[in-house]
């Protein structure tokens, strides 16, 4: 889903994200000599007009045309170096909240005169629209976590040192309690939660809600890592009502004692069993190392007259780790058929005690699962654990799919992944090796500290980052930001063909390495849809975009990247366009970012 205007020399498009729009700028290369950079003015429905925000401003911005209406950190009086801006409403706001509904982006670009900014040209601007919401097409559904812990936002709204719980061991506890103050403001909890969370909070609390809402309907749950208050609330009212049955992970990462006491899953089955009527069971395994799933299947009645009607699957963990540090997403298919298929693999799941060697002979397991329909994009789906021979051949064809976008016009692949050097297959060396490529257009994250290949000027390469910067020092104007608490990014998807026909996105609970694909429960999906491909593409440049600024400050005395100039107070924005010239540069990976952005 994306628009596309044309105004004078100036194109813009925008890209339809899950409640943020990705905007791309394109202009001859004739018309970028003084190019100051881009103003971007939106407006949600009929409210007033607001400008992004630039972190960075001029060294002396009286020096500039200025709207005194607006501060110098606007876009209006500090032009964005960029030829794309993923734009995300709510940011600013305390909780996240955001207007939904059609967007009107103005873009105008901006000429420097004598080294001086001139003031803004309305004749020169573009007008597009498009809607920002919560992203459903058809029955499906996909939420991210936002998942920038290690950001300025953060920063500015909880402080570099904010609680993810309260003091105290209590295993569930009130999120409206005040969970700290910054800058004088008191927020809560569920205030932060909000903002971390993002849409997938929202997405799994709201199922939750609607099976707790209407005794009517049930719920078979998959849990690996459990421990957000809220969601185990859900799930103790549900054990109440006899309306549940949980899978729960007991590997030794959940069960047993520790140093610290016995771990927050243990603790939740003695609450659950405590708490459980007839109808309302769970049952602890691991397969053969984990029970990774993340899963909620709907069903309308029990037993064997039980009809499923919707599943909620994905990379996102039900734990306060999970949905408000990791950066992660949550699919949800409205859909009978394919959540009969989730359904069937819960059951066999149950029957068979959580046990390895039963599933990976079972056709569930064999066979892929694919849908295609009026309102469910062609999917396909497996489920493991699987045998050698079948783990292969999905992750070998996974493995084929990146390889073969080599030989394809426009050639993209976009991926967030958890690591890419823990465990064997062939998916992490072809990934790895992308950078390499220059006829690929590649974007790659993951929490891997090795092997990573930052954006340099003058490289054709793709660009490959972490999301755990060795001791980041950030200089000014910029605040420190804190170290993450566990895995930043915990997804595992891939998008191959970003703004092709034969788009196709990876995603699911799976690490994609065969250890995992032989001993978890775990599903991988392949959605063969542009749109779905474009939400996930969205989210995995604004991620390798940060952390390549973040993992620049890493290095000590690095200044590859920086898009500004030295000053005694820290970064500002140069008074030249010699910061464009790198879009227009063949030999610059800028000019292949500009190139399968604008179609």
Request: charged fraction near 20%; glycine fraction near 8%.
């Amino acid at each position: 889903m994306f628009a596309k205007t044309t105004q004078g020399q100036l194109t813009v498009m925008a890209y339809q994200g899950d409640a943020k729009t990705l905007l791309a700028f394109d202009l001859p290369k004739s018309a970028i000599k003084d190019l100051a950079g881009f103003t971007i003015a939106y407006r949600a429905g009929t409210s007033s007009t607001r400008f992004v925000r630039n972190s960075l401003q001029f060294a002396d911005p009286s020096q500039h045309a200025q709207d005194p209406d607006h501060d110098a950190h606007a876009s209006i009086n500090a032009p964005l170096h960029k030829f794309l801006w993923v734009h995300v409403p709510g940011t600013a706001s305390l909780d996240g909240i955001v207007d939904y509904g059609r967007y009107s982006y103005l873009v105008t670009p901006r000429y420097f005169a004598n080294g001086k900014l001139t003031p803004l040209d309305k004749s020169l601007s573009a007008t597009v629209r498009i809607q920002v919401a919560p992203f459903v097409k058809g029955a499906l559904a996909a939420s991210f976590t936002r998942g920038f812990t290690q950001s300025q936002a953060f920063v500015a709204r909880f402080g570099a040192n904010a609680r993810f719980r309260p003091p105290g061991d209590d295993l569930i506890f009130d999120t409206s309690q005040v969970s700290g103050t910054h800058n004088g403001q008191q927020y809560t909890f569920a205030q932060q939660y909000r903002w971390l969370g993002a849409t997938a909070r929202n997405t799994v609390l709201d199922l939750l809600d609607e099976v707790r809402a209407n005794p009517a309907l049930h719920a078979d749950v998959f849990a690996y890592d459990l421990d957000e208050p809220d969601v185990m609330s859900a799930l103790l009212d549900l054990a109440k009502t006899g309306r549940i049955r949980m899978i729960l992970d007991d590997s030794s990462l959940h069960h047993g004692a520790k140093k610290a006491g016995l771990p927050s899953e243990d603790r939740f089955e003695t609450s659950f069993r405590k708490a459980a009527v007839s109808g309302a069971e769970i049952q602890r395994g691991k397969f053969a190392r984990f029970a990774h799933d993340k899963v909620i299947v709907v069903s309308s009645g029990t037993g064997p007259s039980a009809k499923p009607i919707k599943v909620l699957t994905g990379s996102t963990n039900f734990s306060i780790t999970g949905l408000y540090v990791n950066s992660n997403h949550v699919v949800v298919f409205d859909d009978p058929d394919v959540a009969a298929r989730y359904a069937a693999v819960f059951e066999a799941s149950w029957r068979d005690k959580v046990l390895a060697g039963s599933f990976r002979s079972d056709p569930l397991a064999t066979t892929p699962a694919s849908f295609s329909s009026k309102k469910v994009p062609s999917t396909s789906i497996t489920f493991s654990p699987h045998t050698p021979a079948d783990a292969n051949a999905v992750l070998n064809g996974l493995a084929q799919r990146v390889d073969s976008e080599a030989g394809k016009p426009n050639a993209s692949v976009i991926f967030a992944v958890m690591d890419l050097d823990q465990g064997s297959g062939p998916v992490f060396p072809a990934l790895r090796a992308l950078h390499e490529n220059a006829s690929v257009f590649s974007y790659g994250i993951s929490d891997s500290t090795d092997g990573i290949y930052l954006y340099s000027p003058g490289n054709t390469g793709g660009v490959l980052v972490t999301g755990k910067p060795r001791k980041t020092k950030l200089p000014k104007p910029f605040s420190q930001v804190p170290a993450p608490r566990g895995h930043q990014v915990h997804h595992k998807f891939v998008v191959c063909g970003f703004n092709r026909s034969d788009a196709v996105v990876y995603c699911g609970s799976s690490n994609l390495a065969l250890g995992g694909e032989q001993d978890n429960g775990d599903n991988l999906l392949a959605i063969a849809d542009p749109d779905v491909a474009t939400v996930f593409a969205i989210e995995g440049l604004a991620l390798v975009d940060h952390f390549n600024f973040l993992d620049h400050s890493a290095t000590p005395g690095s200044s590859s990247r920086k898009p500004v100039a030295d000053s005694p107070d820290g970064w500002v924005l140069t008074t030249t366009g010699g910061w464009a010239t790198k879009y227009f540069d063949p030999k610059d990976q800028h000019f292949a970012t500009r190139k399968v952005l604008i179609v």
